[in-house]
């Protein structure tokens, strides 16, 4: 079992950076890929970043691609996602999960055995 809580979230102007965290409980964190979402209002969930278990690969949706960099601290349990240049389509609730597939930056949203509660980003121009 791993319980996720995220944080960092809150409203920005254009341009602004924000870094969102999200701690895990448990010790099974580092046997876990792990990635970061987001579901915008009247929007399905998308994809944003993943990274594997090791740390030692990630991948990002084209539309962050360049501005935002997931990373993780296995030694804290706890992934980031630092976000830069934000943009008001940037707007969402972002959410982290964790995926038991090892070596993979697991893209597709069910392949995640575990989410967060999710925290806001709002950007306005």
């Known amino acids: 079992q791993v319980q996720l809580v995220e944080s960092g979230g809150g409203s920005v102007q254009a341009g602004d950076s924000l870094r969102l965290s999200c701690a895990a409980s448990?010790?099974?964190?580092?046997?876990?890929?792990m990635g970061w979402f987001r579901q915008a209002p009247r929007k399905e969930r998308e994809f944003v970043a993943a990274?594997?278990?090791?740390?030692?690969?990630?991948y990002y949706a084209d539309s962050v691609k360049g501005r935002f960099t997931i990373s993780r601290d296995n030694a804290k349990n706890t992934v980031y996602l630092q976000m830069n240049s934000l943009k008001p389509e940037d707007t969402a609730v972002y959410y982290c999960?964790?995926?038991?597939?090892?070596?993979?930056?697991?893209?597709?949203?069910?392949?995640?055995?575990?989410w967060g509660q999710g925290t806001q980003v709002t950007v306005s121009s």
């Open positions: 448990g010790r099974t964190f580092s046997s876990h890929g």
């Open positions: 990274i594997t278990n090791s740390g030692s690969s990630t």
């Open positions: 999960a964790a995926s038991p597939l090892l070596h993979t930056a697991v893209v597709v949203p069910s392949l995640y055995d575990y």
